[in-house]
């Protein structure tokens, strides 16, 4: 029963079809709709990603080659930023160098270049042949010889008129090598003494015994010798003496025995 009032409400309601000429001329007549515009976005071409090169594998039975690819990645195109914002540009300005004052350098800083002095050249020593040998003269053997001191042995005999002179018997016993006498001087001092002169003689010393005596040597002035002195006149010196005292005696020794004097006008 529930079936039958189901198909009953479905009949009632359903409404009754147009025929069929009505509905060709309504196809006829109706304009067809201008279709719908579809925006498609065409889609970037993939990058192409280089294939790896082939493998070749080898075996005993054979060659087998083996092909790998793989699969592009899909490039995903970059999310577009915000619009740049405008930047203003300001424009360079272009400095010049100021020019350069001259600076006057101070003298301490003022480098001068001097030249390295050249060196001297060193001659060579020149050999110096030694100097011959002096001849030796030859002298007589000489004798042990002593003299004692005895007032009576000055005797006025000898050089000079105003002097007493002892003989030391040097002369005798060196076979006249050498003279050497006590001289005691006769006052009072006259010109006679005063005379200047000069001896040829290899060497002459002279030692105070006792008092002093003033003498005059060229060259080096007024000496005034005393008690203790002794000095060496080289030969040919020019001298004189000029004052002694009372009691003044001197011991003078001269090589060779036989000597020269010479008196001065």
Same mark, same amino acid.
Request: proline content about 10%.
């Given at each position: 029963?529930?079936?039958?009032?189901?198909?009953?409400?479905?009949?009632?309601?359903?409404?009754?079809?147009?025929?069929?000429?009505?509905?060709?001329?309504?196809?006829?007549?109706?304009?067809?709709?201008?279709?719908?515009?579809?925006?498609?976005?065409?889609?970037?071409?993939?990058?192409?990603?280089?294939?790896?090169?082939?493998?070749?594998?080898?075996?005993?039975?054979?060659?087998?080659?083996?092909?790998?690819?793989?699969?592009?990645?899909?490039?995903?195109?970059?999310?577009?930023?915000?619009? =740049?914002?405008?930047?203003?540009?300001?424009?360079?300005?272009?400095?010049?160098?100021?020019?350069?004052?001259?600076?006057?350098?101070?003298?301490?800083?003022?480098?001068?270049?001097?030249?390295?002095?050249?060196?001297a050249?060193?001659?060579?020593?020149?050999?110096?042949?030694?100097?011959?040998?002096?001849?030796?003269?030859?002298?007589?053997? !000489?004798?042990?010889?002593?003299?004692?001191?005895?007032?009576?042995?000055?005797?006025?005999?000898?050089?000079?008129?105003?002097?007493?002179y002892?003989?030391l018997?040097?002369?005798?016993a060196?076979?006249?090598?050498?003279?050497?006498?006590?001289?005691?001087?006769?006052?009072?001092?006259?010109? !006679?003494?005063?005379?200047?002169?000069?001896? !040829?003689?290899?060497?002459?010393?002279?030692?105070?015994?006792?008092?002093?005596?003033?003498?005059?040597?060229?060259?080096?002035?007024?000496?005034?010798?005393?008690?203790?002195?002794?000095?060496?006149?080289?030969?040919?010196?020019?001298?004189t003496?000029?004052?002694?005292?009372?009691?003044c005696?001197?011991?003078?020794?001269?090589?060779?025995?036989?000597?020269?004097?010479?008196?001065? =006008?």
């Amino acid at each position: 029963m529930a079936k039958a009032s189901t198909g009953r409400t479905t009949q009632g309601k359903a409404k009754a079809a147009p025929p069929a000429a009505t509905l060709k001329k309504s196809k006829a007549t109706a304009k067809p709709e201008p279709a719908a515009k579809i925006s498609v976005t065409k889609k970037a071409p993939a990058a192409k990603v280089a294939a790896p090169p082939h493998k070749t594998v080898s075996a005993k039975q054979g060659t087998v080659t083996k092909k790998t690819t793989a699969k592009a990645k899909a490039v995903v195109p970059a999310k577009a930023g915000p619009p =740049a914002r405008p930047v203003a540009v300001k424009q360079a300005t272009i400095r010049r160098p100021a020019p350069r004052m001259p600076v006057a350098t101070p003298a301490a800083r003022r480098v001068r270049i001097v030249a390295a002095p050249r060196k001297a050249q060193v001659a060579a020593p020149r050999a110096v042949e030694p100097a011959a040998p002096r001849p030796v003269k030859a002298h007589p053997p !000489q004798a042990f010889a002593v003299s004692h001191l005895n007032q009576n042995d000055f005797k006025a005999d000898g050089l000079r008129s105003y002097a007493l002179y002892r003989d030391l018997g040097m002369a005798l016993a060196t076979g006249g090598l050498c003279q050497a006498q006590v001289i005691r001087f006769v006052p009072p001092c006259t010109e !006679q003494v005063r005379k200047r002169h000069t001896h !040829q003689a290899e060497l002459q010393l002279v030692y105070v015994l006792q008092g002093w005596m003033k003498n005059e040597f060229e060259g080096h002035g007024e000496q005034m010798m005393s008690a203790g002195s002794c000095w060496l006149q080289p030969a040919g010196i020019k001298h004189t003496v000029l004052d002694y005292s009372a009691d003044c005696e001197v011991l003078e020794i001269v090589v060779p025995a036989d000597f020269t004097t010479s008196d001065i =006008a």
